[in-house]
């Protein structure tokens, strides 16, 4: 079955950075666009990134932009988010997830359970 | 960028009810909208697609309609496994992807 699995996070101070690590197994994670996402304490959704399922095309929301990298590994099925520059609101619990559709981009069918980043002096 | 704008934020209903949510973008995005419920502690899970696509596996309960601007997501029946928080998605490809602010549907 389709499993996802982040790691990485952390407490880290504003100005650190750090590198998010999603696992993705059950499925061949070289056919499918994959995303971050994250959720403030308390509050809603909030797309981050994707990237596609070669990683020669990324996209990233105004928010991180030029101080998130999304990457990939197709050999290792693994995505990456390295993120730097961090500030508090960037605390969140950040998760993966799978574009539904093979090769394109698309709404996401499956999530990790998430990990928590937390950015605080 | 699109902004997507849910109404209402909460919701009271019983077991049984009827329930719309609607979700309004700030410009078209034809009928690239999806549906996610999230439970508390728990990531969310796909419902609908392209508007009103039921996701594999979900309850034919959920349903969804809309094209444009505005759209609803409806549970014909509310069951005790629906309390939790709906977002709404828009993945117009012009656009970065944006959710709405959630509707969060509570026990009357």
């Known amino acids: 079955q389709v499993q996802l699995v982040e790691s990485g996070g952390g407490l880290l101070k504003p100005g650190g950075s750090l590198r998010l690590s999603c696992a993705a197994s059950?499925?061949?994670?070289?056919?499918?666009?994959m995303s971050w996402i994250r959720q403030a304490p308390g509050k809603g959704l909030e797309w981050i990134s994707y990237?596609?399922?070669?990683?020669?095309?990324?996209d990233y929301a105004d928010s991180v932009k030029g101080r998130f990298t999304i990457s990939r590994d197709n050999a290792k099925n693994s995505l990456y988010l390295q993120m730097n520059s961090l500030r508090a609101e960037d605390t969140a619990v950040y998760y993966c997830a799978r574009s539904r559709v093979v090769a394109s981009i698309s709404p996401l069918d499956y999530w990790g359970q998430g990990t928590l980043v937390t950015v605080s002096s | 960028d699109i902004q997507m704008t849910q109404s209402p934020s909460t919701l009271s209903a019983s077991v049984g009810d009827r329930v719309t949510i609607t979700c309004r973008a700030s410009?078209?995005?034809?009928?690239?909208l999806a549906w996610y419920q999230q439970r508390p502690g728990k990531a969310p899970k796909l419902l609908i697609y392209?508007?009103?696509s039921l996701e594999i596996g979900v309850p034919s309960r959920f349903s969804g309609s809309g094209s444009g601007t505005e759209f609803t997501l409806t549970i014909s029946s509310l069951q005790p496994d629906d309390f939790a928080t709906y977002y709404c998605q828009q993945y117009d490809s012009s656009s970065p992807w944006t959710f709405g602010q959630g509707t969060k549907v509570e026990i009357k």
């Open positions: 392209k508007a009103s």
């Open positions: 059950g499925f061949t994670f070289s056919d499918y666009y």
């Open positions: 990237i596609s399922s070669s990683g020669s095309t990324t």
């Open positions: 410009q078209s995005i034809s009928s690239w």
